[in-house]
DNA sequence: TATCATATTTAGGCAAGGCTAAAAAAATAA
DNA sequence: TTATTTTTTTAGCCTTGCCTAAATATGATA
C-alpha cells in the first residue's frame, strides 16, 4: 500500500513523462506538486528504493512499469469519480477536480471496479479525458485542437487542453461541454480567430480559445 | 481544517460519550484507537487547546458543542457514504464498513449536500444506525433488543448492537437484515433463547443473538 | 490512614514529509 | 578552457502522530 504522498508524486511524474516525453527532471516535479527541489529528491529516492521509479542522481526520473501502473490506477480512480460527481450528482465539470482529488485516494478495487460499472464502464471523463481500464491502457482517440480545423470542418468538443476555472466557466456560459458539435463557419488568417457554430448560436472565438479546445473528427 | 487522525479521536470520543454516558477516560479511546493511552493524552491535549474538547488531567473528557459538531458530521459522511455504497454498488451491508471509513474524510460540504440527496436524504444507514442531518441531529427511534420481546410479540428489524462481521454473516445466512419481520414464537425463560419467525422459515436463536438485534415494534 | 494496584501523564525517541542553507554537479557563457 | 549560472543533492531541522519507559495521581484495600 502507497501512502497518499507517494500516489501524489506517481501520478505528477505520469503526467510529466507523457507532457515532456522524456525522463522528468527533480524541478518539474517540484514544480508540478508546488513543493521543493530537495523534498521532491528524498521522495524520488524514496520511491526508487521501492522500485516504483528509476532515479539516477542528476538525471532524472521515469516511472518503472510497476510505478506506472499505479499512477494509472490513482488517474482511473481520479477520473471514474468525475463521472461519478458529474453524471450522478449534477456537479458542474469545472468544480470536480478538487473532490476528485480526494476521492481517488480511497483504497478499495472493489469499490472502483463496482463504480465503474455503475457509471457505464466510461472511456472519458467530464473534461474528456480517457479513463485507463484496470491494466493501465486507455483509448486513444484521434482528437485534434479546434484551430486545427478549416472553414465547414466540423467536430464534437471531446476534450480540453487547458482546464482553469475560467476557461472551463468560458466554455459553459458558451454552452459548449463534451459531445457538443461544433462546426467552423469561418476563419480569419491573420490572428487564427473563428466564428463557429454551437447549437444554433454563432459567435467568435479567438484563436487562445481555438488552441485549448479538443475535437473529434472524422 | 482538522486532520484525518483528529477527525477519528473526535469520531472515537463521541461514540464513547454516548455508550457510557459521560466523560471518557484516556484508556477507553486508547482501547477503541487502538493506540497507547499516552498517545491519546497528547492528542486531546491538542484537541483541548484547539477547543474541540475539553479536557482535565487525570480526569477525562468530552466534546465541546464545536467538537461534537465536526464528530456528528463525520459520522454523517460515514453513514451517508454506507448508504450509497449499499444502495448504489449493490455491497452488501458487512462489507462496507472500512470503505466508508476512508470515504467519511472526504472534505466538501457541498459533496455530502449532493450526496445525501442523491440518495433521497436516508434517515438510517444500512445498519439501521441514525444518520444525523448537517446540524448533527438525528431521528431518534423507540428501538427495543429483541431480546426485550414477550412470546408473540413482533417487530421489525431496525439495527443491530454488535456489528462484527461474524455477526453480520450470520443474520444475512438467516435471511434477517433491515426491514425483516419478526416475530417471537416461543421463548426460554431460563436462558432467554427464542424461537422466532422470519417469513416463512422459523428457527431457534440464543440469549446473545437476541440481544444484539434491534427491532422497532409500536 | 498507609499501601498497593491501576490509570494517566511526562519525557525522550522515531518515521514520514516537509523546509532552508550550503555543497556539488551540470550546463552555459566568455 | 575557464568562469559563471542553474540544477540538484546533502545536511540538518521542524511538525505530526505514534511509541516505550519512567514518573505521578487516583482509587481500592487492608
Redesign the interface.
Known amino acids: 500500500m502507497n501512502s497518499l504522498a507517494e500516489e501524489n508524486y506517481l501520478k505528477a511524474i505520469y503526467h510529466l513523462q507523457r507532457e515532456l516525453n522524456g525522463d522528468v527532471s527533480t524541478n518539474a516535479i517540484a514544480d508540478r506538486m508546488e513543493t521543493k527541489p530537495s523534498s521532491v529528491t528524498d521522495m524520488v529516492q524514496k520511491l526508487g528504493e521501492k522500485g516504483l521509479v528509476s532515479y539516477k542522481r542528476y538525471k532524472g526520473t521515469t516511472l518503472t512499469d510497476q510505478g506506472q501502473k499505479i499512477a494509472a490506477n490513482v488517474i482511473r480512480k481520479h477520473r471514474l469519480w468525475e463521472v461519478f460527481?458529474v453524471e450522478?450528482?449534477?456537479?458542474h465539470w469545472d468544480?470536480v477536480h478538487?473532490?476528485a482529488e480526494?476521492?481517488e485516494?480511497?483504497?478499495?478495487e472493489?469499490?472502483i471496479s463496482?463504480?465503474d460499472n455503475?457509471l457505464g464502464n466510461p472511456d472519458f471523463d467530464p473534461h474528456g479525458d480517457p479513463i485507463p481500464d484496470k491494466h493501465g491502457k486507455m483509448k486513444r482517440t484521434e482528437k485534434k485542437l479546434l484551430s486545427e480545423l478549416q472553414k465547414n470542418q466540423q467536430g464534437v468538443c471531446v476534450g480540453v487542453k487547458e482546464s482553469s476555472g475560467e476557461f472551463l466557466q468560458y466554455l459553459d456560459k458558451k454552452q459548449i461541454s463534451i459531445g457538443t458539435k461544433i462546426r467552423v463557419l469561418g476563419k480569419e488568417f491573420f490572428d487564427g480567430s473563428m466564428v463557429i457554430l454551437v447549437g444554433k448560436d454563432q459567435f467568435f472565438i479567438s484563436k487562445k480559445i481555438a488552441e485549448n479546445l479538443y475535437v473529434q473528427t472524422s
Chains 1, 2 share one sequence.
Open positions: 460527481l450522478k450528482l449534477k456537479f468544480q478538487d473532490i480526494q476521492l485516494h480511497v483504497h478499495s472493489e469499490l463496482r463504480l455503475f
